[in-house]
């Protein structure tokens, strides 16, 4: 039926793309491989991904630039690969700061202070009358 026709065409699609050439590029990873020891040393003298492959496509020609994400994943496989761990750019040290202490307009007031009336509890209702005494009202008002 339908379902047989469309199972015919995706493995007929499926055979075309063997007769394709692949679209990932061997040699790409394979030269991240190669060059997988420099890039580590080169990130722990504190450059990053984005500017070692700058340096790396500007020896590649236009039609062989290489794109960020498929370069860092290229770079995770081959570490992964040679057991390295990832290395994170050196980076300058923040200066050592004080302790932080509250502002002053966070603080609470002392007791010295006058302090400003307080709102009713809610646990303590205020008086209000009945419904008896609120319906005679009404009824004489009327």
Do not use: W
Not at 23 to 51: F, H, N
Not at 94 to 104: F, K, T
Not at 110 to 133: E, F, L, W, Y
């Amino acid at each position: 039926m339908c379902k047989e026709n469309e199972f015919t065409r995706a493995k007929k699609a499926l055979a075309d793309l063997k007769n394709q050439p692949p679209k990932r590029s061997r040699a790409l990873m394979a030269l991240v491989q190669d060059l997988v020891e420099e890039i580590q040393d080169a990130m722990g003298r504190g450059y990053t991904l984005s500017e070692i492959l700058a340096a790396l496509n500007a020896t590649r020609g236009p039609d062989d630039q290489i794109n960020f994400f498929t370069f860092r994943n290229y770079l995770q496989k081959a570490r992964a690969e040679r057991g390295l761990a990832p290395v994170q750019p050196k980076r300058a040290k923040a200066p050592a700061r004080a302790p932080s202490r509250p502002l002053p307009e966070m603080t609470r007031p002392k007791a010295q202070t006058p302090s400003a009336p307080r709102q009713p509890d809610a646990q303590n209702a205020h008086h209000t009358s009945s419904h008896k005494t609120v319906g005679r009202n009404m009824k004489g008002s009327l």
